[in-house]
Structure formats: C-alpha cells, structure tokens
C-alpha cells in the first residue's frame, strides 16, 4: 500500500519548488521530509524527484503526483457526503498570461462564492498548458488546442481576439505616413517570451500573409509591463482586445489595423474526476468565457 503522508510531502515539496519551503507548508522538518520521500522511492523502487533547481518529477514521480491528487479529490468528496469535516483539497490549473490579465480572476471571484478550494494557478502559455495536464501537473487548464487528454474532458471556451497596438507618441516617432506591414515589422515590437513567437507568426502569416520576423522585438514577460511598454511607446505590441479596451478608448492605444484581427480559439480542459470542486471551478470557467469571448 502506498504511504500516502509521503506522497502528500512529493505534492508539496513540488508545489513550492523545494524542500524547505515544502516542509514549511507540511509544519515538518526539512529532515522529515526528505526521509518520507526516500522511504517512498525504496517502496515504489525508484526515484520520484530529479533533484535540480527548482525540483521536478521523474516519470513515476509525475504519475504518483497524479494519483495522490485524484485520490485527494475523491476523499474530499467522501467525507463531505459521509458528513465529516473535510478540508478543501487544493486544485491546480494552468492558465496563460493573456486569460490571468484579463477574465480569469472572475472565474475565481464567482468559485470563490461557494467553495472554499484553493485554486493554485500555474503560468504557463496556452500552447504548453496542456502538456502539464498530460503530466499530471496540474488538474484543469485553458488551451488553444481541442482535443482532451486521456482520462480527461474538454470543451470550447470561445476565441481571444488580438489585434497590433501602439501609441500616438510611437506612430509619430517610428511611422507617421508609413503605416504599413512592412514599416510596422520593421519598427521595435514586443515578445513576452520565447513562446509568443508562435502567436506574433500567426499573426504575421495570417492577417499579413508575410513570414514570420521577430528581429526588432523587445523581450518583456510581464502582461502589465507589455501594456505599459505599448503606452510609453517603447514599441508596438500584439495584444488581446480586451485587456485595452479603456486604453484605447483613452487614446492611450490605436489599432494600428482595426480589420486585421487574430482569433485564437480558447478550450477547458480537466481531469474526469467525481468532485463537486472541480465541477462548481468548470461551470464558473464556461459562465465568464461566455460573457469575455466570442
């Protein structure tokens, strides 16, 4: 039978990236810790943790850490149907910058009204969020990719639109007549980071039928500097729609193209487990989504 107080230390020593802040989290010694995790590889016969900085799971770590959260779930769900007092388990999702700067903390605002659940949220972009649900990182997350993951279910949300920003102090300084692909591509842009390649290419290829060119863009991974950089005309940036609605209204931003818009389609997906929690969090997902996207 697996030790389920040393698999409870895995999930946390995980969560928080160390075993020192895990043990913290545990009221444990670190010493404690670190033994109940190498009693539990002597009994699963293998190493559960890759002991880098911060720490990651091996692969049976990964499907330890998954059953613990399914077997967390279920037991929440027990004890609140036997009438015991039951702590609410923790869910963890993964969600990408654009969806946490602009609708989700309204997902956690209407969950929070009837659960008590933590919600820990994993940052990640929309292209890799689903992979940290194929490996049990994390229990539920929002993708740009349909198709649901093994044991698991997922339903289309609506599209992100983004569109090209800038201020009235960049057009003046950078374009003034130019305003062009061309011109604009060749002025400084922004990228969040080495992921935002993909979405600024689509954009390029599909609103512009030009190849992908990344030459002239700033790094920046931060939603609100990105906004911030855009406004002090730092350069042009890719931006969703909805985060900039009062900046453009403002003045602060102009669609550099208001008929060239990029529609990223935007899915849940979550593990298929019996839990109240997770189905109250998905029904509060699919209300927001509604009323935020097309």
């Given amino acids: 039978m697996l030790d389920y107080d040393a698999l409870r230390c895995l999930s946390e020593v995980l969560r928080y990236g160390g075993f020192e802040r895990g043990a913290q989290a545990l009221s444990l010694t670190q010493s404690a810790v670190s033994q109940k995790i190498k009693r539990l590889e002597h009994r699963v016969g293998g190493p559960v943790l890759v002991r880098t900085k911060p ?82 990182q994390v229990m539920a997350c929002i993708s740009q990719t349909g198709t649901p993951i093994t044991g698991g279910q997922s339903v289309r949300l609506g599209v992100m639109n983004y569109q090209l920003y800038a201020s009235p102090i960049f057009i003046e300084r950078y374009l003034k007549e130019k305003q062009t692909p061309q011109s604009i591509m060749n002025s400084p842009g922004l990228l969040y980071d080495e992921y935002d390649v993909t979405l600024l290419g689509d954009y390029q290829r599909e609103c512009f039928n030009l ?84």
């Fill in 211 to 294: 190849p992908p060119f990344f030459a002239n863009c700033h790094w920046y991974p931060s939603s609100h500097g990105f906004v911030k950089m855009a406004i002090d005309g730092v350069a042009w940036a890719l931006l969703p729609s909805l985060q900039v609605i009062n900046e453009v209204k403002n003045g602060e931003l102009v669609s550099l193209f208001p008929d060239k818009c990029l529609g990223v389609p935007l899915f849940w997906h979550w593990t298929s487990l019996d839990s109240g929690a997770l189905t109250d969090l998905t029904l509060a997902v699919k209300r927001v989504a509604k009323a935020q996207l097309q």
């Fill in 55 to 136: 720490l990651n799971p091996t692969p049976l770590g990964r499907e330890l850490l998954t059953h613990f959260q399914k077997v967390s779930v279920l037991e929440e769900a027990l004890n609140i149907q036997s009438g015991l007092q039951a702590s609410a388990s923790p869910i963890s999702v993964a969600v990408n910058n654009d969806v946490l700067a602009t609708w989700f903390s309204q997902v956690l605002a209407e969950f929070s009204q009837t659960r008590s659940n933590p919600i820990h949220v994993y940052n990640a972009d929309q292209t890799q969020t689903r992979d940290k649900l194929q490996k049990g």
